[in-house]
């Protein structure tokens, strides 16, 4: 099953924080992500904050073209130690 993201936040530099629709949450960096033809103009982080939340593909996307599986972003979040992926509140 293809994860919903729900919503898409710029943090800072190359870092975004996702929500999902089964409440995964977390911030993830895409700083070392941005290898390839597709991805070369997002190295220029003026362009990289301004994706949008494609609700029809359950990814962000860029006016460049690019975009990221769904599935790798989850997988990202999910990876995170449990502190970070559930964001700000679980943090004590």
Do not use: C, H
Not at 30 to 47: M, R
Not at 53 to 78: C, F, H, Q, R, S
Request: aromatic letters at 10%.
């Amino acid at each position: 099953m293809i994860p919903k993201l729900e919503s898409a936040e710029y943090v800072a530099a190359y870092r975004i924080r996702l929500r999902f629709a089964d409440g995964r949450q977390g911030e993830i960096d895409l700083a070392d992500e941005l290898g390839g033809e597709v991805f070369e103009p997002l190295k220029n982080p003026l362009v990289f904050r301004r994706f949008r939340l494609d609700t029809e593909l359950n990814t962000i996307a860029w006016e460049t073209g690019a975009d990221l599986a769904p599935e790798y972003l989850y997988e990202k979040v999910a990876a995170q130690p449990a502190a970070s992926a559930v964001g700000p509140s679980a943090r004590r």
